[in-house]
């Protein structure tokens, strides 16, 4: 086949792929559920908890299969590139039923399940050109597929992602969405007489009130006011005799005090007093002592008596 | 008390006798004429004779000083004493703690300084109860210088004295030998 012819193909295909699409969906959802009682009569039921964890784990090839009765009824054998022969090579491995339960398989659906797609996914069909590829990404956005939640293999073709916003769960908007603005909400009456009260916030609370002084406790000024007045603030008429007689008063102290600080010496700080040094002197000698001693027999001996003397004399030599 | 000779010698004219404080009268002899005698009797009978003049002496000395008399009380009786029987005068030297004892005066001169040793021996041991020794150690003129000491110490300064010591260097080694 040519190129050109190729193109002509594609194009007629193109042409009824849009013409497919702008079908009602109501009526292509018969064709999905039908390949499902292909499976469930055969005796091969039996195994399906085995074939199951393969559909779990890829879970992608379930909107693809909404695809294959479509194409098949619409596209021609010709026209179909399938390439997934070697995924089935892999299938079969598990999901063969036991050695046990071989034997009581029917082969009579043998040729049909031929014919049927793999239950994983397919390689998705290489587009021949532009227009091909862009006719295949409006299909998976109309087909509002789902991101997978795990990885798939790299066999399974083109798959939907989700953004990372969407997939972590973004805040939900603050403002109303545009659907939202244009309803309106009545509420019911309500049966009681009880009337709605709004609390104020928080911080608005008690930044506005102060807490009130108990019975018995004493208010202090507050510390705008504690030592502060205008300048502009007049003395009441009342007060003016009592101010007169403390400026006079006050004048009388200072005059004295200067005069006395002329005359009398200032008092010494009581910390020089404090200061004053304890001085340890050596007391003076008195005239009477002896810095040295000779000792002389005749000066320590004084005998009061003749005897003492007598006896004295008598010791000598007597060592 | 003081001293009071009055009335101690009595001369009874008229039996020519001479009393002294006692019953035994008393002889004058003249001291040229002793001395020869003393000489010729030996050296141990001129001691014994100068004892018994000195525990006379002694005794009479002792009747008017107690045990604890001063020097200077015991010097004026012994010496009062000494004095009536013309054997000098008595007066006491400490040199340190030696006790010295100088006579001047005494009529017996160089040759009689032996026997007035003798005598105050005789009056220290009856008067003070005290076994002496005295030794001369040296003579001016008329005055003599005695030494009282023990028999020990006495015969030391003896043969320092022959030795050809001086009596003050036998006085210091007398003491050198006390102390040490």
Request: no cysteine; net charge negative; glycine share 6%.
């Amino acid at each position: 086949m040519s190129a050109e012819g190729q193109i002509g193909r594609l194009q007629s295909l193109l042409s009824r792929i849009k013409r497919n699409a702008a079908l009602p969906r109501a009526a292509s959802a018969p064709l999905v559920a039908a390949p499902a009682p292909v499976a469930a009569p055969s005796p091969v039921a039996a195994p399906a908890p085995v074939a199951a964890p393969s559909a779990a784990l890829t879970p992608a090839p379930a909107p693809f299969e909404e695809e294959v009765p479509v194409s098949e009824d619409l596209l021609l054998d010709d026209e179909i590139v399938d390439i997934t022969e070697a995924e089935v090579i892999e299938e079969p491995a598990a999901a063969a039923p036991p050695p046990a339960a071989r034997d009581e398989l029917d082969f009579s659906d043998l040729d049909r399940d031929e014919e049927e797609p793999p239950v994983s996914s397919r390689r998705s069909k290489v587009a021949s050109s532009m227009i091909e590829a862009l006719a295949g990404a409006s299909e998976d956005l109309e087909a509002d597929l789902e991101a997978p939640l795990k990885t798939p293999p790299p066999e399974s073709g083109r798959q939907i992602t989700a953004a990372p916003a969407a997939a972590l769960g973004s805040e939900p908007p603050l403002r109303p969405t545009t659907e939202q603005l244009g309803q309106t909400i009545d509420l019911d009456d309500s049966v009681s007489d009880a009337t709605l009260e709004l609390d104020e916030p928080l911080s608005e609370v008690t930044a506005a009130r102060a807490p009130e002084p108990e019975e018995l406790e004493i208010v202090l000024p507050s510390r705008a006011s504690s030592g502060a007045y205008s300048l502009d603030l007049t003395p009441p008429p009342e007060a003016h005799e009592d101010l007169e007689r403390h400026r006079q008063r006050a004048a009388e102290r200072s005059a004295p005090s200067a005069a006395a600080e002329v005359v009398a010496a200032p008092p010494p700080p009581p910390v020089a007093s404090e200061l004053r040094p304890e001085v340890y002197a050596r007391p003076n000698l008195s005239s009477d002592a002896r810095p040295s001693e000779f000792v002389v027999a005749a000066q320590s001996f004084a005998p009061a008596t003749f005897a003492e003397l007598l006896d004295a004399s008598l010791e000598l030599g007597s060592g | 008390m003081r001293f009071d000779p009055s009335q101690a010698v009595k001369f009874d004219m008229g039996r020519g006798r001479i009393q002294l404080d006692g019953p035994v009268p008393r002889v004058l002899v003249p001291s040229d004429a002793l001395l020869p005698l003393l000489d010729s009797a030996g050296p141990e009978a001129a001691r014994d004779f100068g004892r018994r003049l000195g525990t006379e002496l002694g005794r009479r000395a002792a009747e008017r000083f107690g045990e604890g008399a001063s020097p200077e009380s015991v010097v004026e009786h012994l010496g009062g004493e000494a004095a009536l029987l013309g054997l000098g005068s008595l007066a006491f030297e400490r040199w340190g703690r030696a006790l010295i004892l100088v006579i001047t005066g005494s009529p017996l001169g160089a040759s009689g300084d032996g026997l007035l040793a003798a005598i105050y021996e005789g009056a220290l041991q009856r008067g003070l109860r005290r076994t002496v020794s005295i030794v001369p150690l040296m003579r001016e003129a008329d005055s003599a210088r005695l030494l009282v000491a023990s028999e020990a110490a006495a015969g030391k300064v003896r043969d320092w004295l022959a030795a050809g010591e001086d009596w003050g260097a036998s006085l210091a080694k007398l003491h050198g030998g006390a102390s040490s």
